[in-house]
């Protein structure tokens, strides 16, 4: 079972920024463009959005919604889960959930937190998550990773989670083995940088892959090196010129042809989002991780 997720905050970052028409014209082009290849192979996927998009680009969600893909939630402002107090989560989770909502007309089930950032410090968000009406979960990566992966989870299949009290159903991202290392393959920059045969050959033999893209991920970069006070004010950590230069290089890597290397990839493989997965999967039988 092959899982295929979009995170959609492009929209709003840029408004965040001044609000580029012709960037905005961009992200259209580029999603439109997704979701006629989706019509085309009859996939429905699920695309977390960030919260703020509903208020401020309604007609992106309402679009999307109206190809028949599922509404999932990526926070309310894309500020990463394990930079939050609880209370701040609580909050930003109840705002992202609402504003959502609002917009399609429905309840919002599945979630995925930015930049994966729930871990083994900030375990609580699941009941947060749970507390405000989600069902499935998207946000671990179960290996080490900048800026955090919740390496000690212990599962890279669906599961159901257990943590004080409540049940969660997890959809983790997949890992493989590389070189002695358990690496992500199938979405953000790992998928930038395999060659397309290695990630369907992953894919193939395996029985539940998850692939995950931003579109801002694979379109090349305009920008030079992030000033110092925009990289802080994104990043949460000191600007210095390397960390800077190493975040630019990492962030650009493969970005030349990737768009393309993700379509050829929805047109050669077989996709469901998580709403369809959920009712394939038989979870009396998967496994459960107690937290
Ligand atoms: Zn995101």
């Not at 190809?67 to 309310?76: A, D, K, L, P, T």
């Not at 919002?108 to 729930?118: C, L, M």
Request: charged fraction near 25%; aromatic fraction near 14%; charge should be neutral.
């Amino acid at each position: 079972m092959n899982l295929l997720t979009f995170d959609i905050e492009e929209w709003y970052l840029e408004q965040q920024l001044g609000g580029r028409a012709e960037k905005y014209a961009e992200y259209d082009h580029y999603l439109n463009g997704i979701l006629n290849k989706l019509d085309e192979c009859q996939i429905k996927a699920t695309f977390f959005c960030v919260g703020e998009m509903g208020r401020l680009f309604p007609e992106v969600i309402r679009k999307i919604q109206g190809r028949g893909h599922e509404i999932g939630c990526h926070s309310n402002i894309h500020t990463w889960l394990n930079k939050m107090t609880e209370a701040d989560c609580r909050e930003d989770t109840y705002r992202a959930v609402d504003s959502l909502e609002q917009r399609i007309g429905e309840k919002v089930k599945s979630y995925r937190a930015p930049a994966f950032s729930i871990g083994e410090n900030n375990k609580w968000a699941f009941e947060i998550l749970a507390t405000n009406g989600i069902e499935r979960d998207a946000s671990i990566f179960p290996a080490a990773r900048d800026f955090g992966g919740f390496s000690s989870f212990g599962q890279k299949e669906p599961c159901v989670v257990e943590y004080n009290g409540i049940k969660l159903k997890e959809f983790p991202v997949c890992t493989t083995h590389v070189l002695g290392k358990e690496i992500a393959y199938s979405g953000g920059g790992y998928f930038r940088f395999f060659p397309l045969s290695f990630v369907k050959k992953e894919m193939s033999k395996s029985k539940y892959a998850m692939c995950y893209f931003h579109i801002g991920d694979l379109l090349p970069e305009a920008g030079g090196v992030p000033s110092k006070s925009a990289y802080e004010a994104y990043y949460k950590e000191p600007g210095t010129l390397k960390n800077r230069y190493v975040r630019y290089m990492k962030t650009n890597l493969g970005k030349k042809n990737a768009f393309e290397k993700m379509m050829k990839l929805i047109n050669m493989m077989d996709f469901v989002g998580l709403q369809q997965s959920d009712d394939m999967i038989d979870w009396n039988s998967a496994p459960v991780v107690k937290l």
